[in-house]
T-cell receptor, first 115, second 112 residues
């Protein structure tokens, strides 16, 4: 594809509900990353995938957050039992590979509002 | 833990001025440093990437420099235009090459 795409662009949900955020990386990009941007915390790293594997999940803020990637392409970030502090813009990025030579390209983000 | 700081947090300049945005990082063991632009309500657009072995990169009116020993990077914008108005973010890539640590950004406004 032309760039990283994310869906939905906006999501409003009620506290306690589960949400799924989707990321389609640039075709051929093997590495995929999730970040969160909130007013109080700035832009923070959540998780990355090498292919379908996420070697380090320590960046996820709580055990209510999970992520998976299938077929080396699409990734979903799931937030269970959403809380108001989960409200933020969730950004996805992809790169051709991982390591020092790889430039990360970002999608437009999903704005999540938890009421 | 890597910490990235950007100064100033906000900047307003008249059109045509040359300007410098500053980025500092606490851990000099970065693999590369990227500068991004973010327009309101939008994602991040990559502007320049400087490898740890490089000192600077140029693209059009933009020039970014990197000094790992002092933990600093600067983004120079020449002949600023109103269309340059946006938030500019710098980010350092960690040793494992998988995580960017971002600064808080500089919000730039270029007045016509």
């Amino acid at each position: 594809g032309a760039g990283v795409s994310q869906s939905p662009s906006n999501k409003v949900t009620e506290k306690g509900k589960d949400v799924e955020l989707r990321c389609d990386p640039i075709s051929g990009h093997t590495a995929l990353y999730w970040y969160r941007q909130s007013l109080g915390q700035g832009l923070e790293f959540l998780i990355y995938f090498q292919g379908n594997s996420a070697p380090d999940k320590s960046g996820l803020p709580s055990d209510r957050f999970s992520a998976e990637r299938t077929g080396g392409s699409v990734s979903t970030l799931t937030i269970q039992r959403t809380q108001q502090e989960d409200s933020a813009v969730y950004l996805c990025a992809s790169s051709l590979g991982w390591g020092r030579y790889n430039e990360q390209f970002f999608g437009p983000g999903t704005r999540l509002t938890v009421l | 833990k890597q910490e990235v700081t950007q100064i100033p947090a906000a900047l307003s300049v008249p059109e045509g001025e040359n300007l410098v945005l500053n980025c500092s990082f606490t851990d000099s063991a970065i693999y590369n440093l990227q500068w991004f632009r973010q327009d309101p309500g939008k994602g991040l657009t990559s502007l320049l990437l400087i490898q740890s072995s490089q000192r600077e990169q140029t693209s059009g009116r933009l020039n970014a420099s990197l000094d790992k020993s002092s933990g600093r990077s600067t983004l120079y914008i020449a002949a600023s235009q109103p269309g340059d108005s946006a938030t500019y973010l710098c980010a350092g890539l960690n040793n494992a090459g998988n995580m960017l640590t971002f600064g808080g950004g500089t919000r730039l406004m270029v007045k016509p």
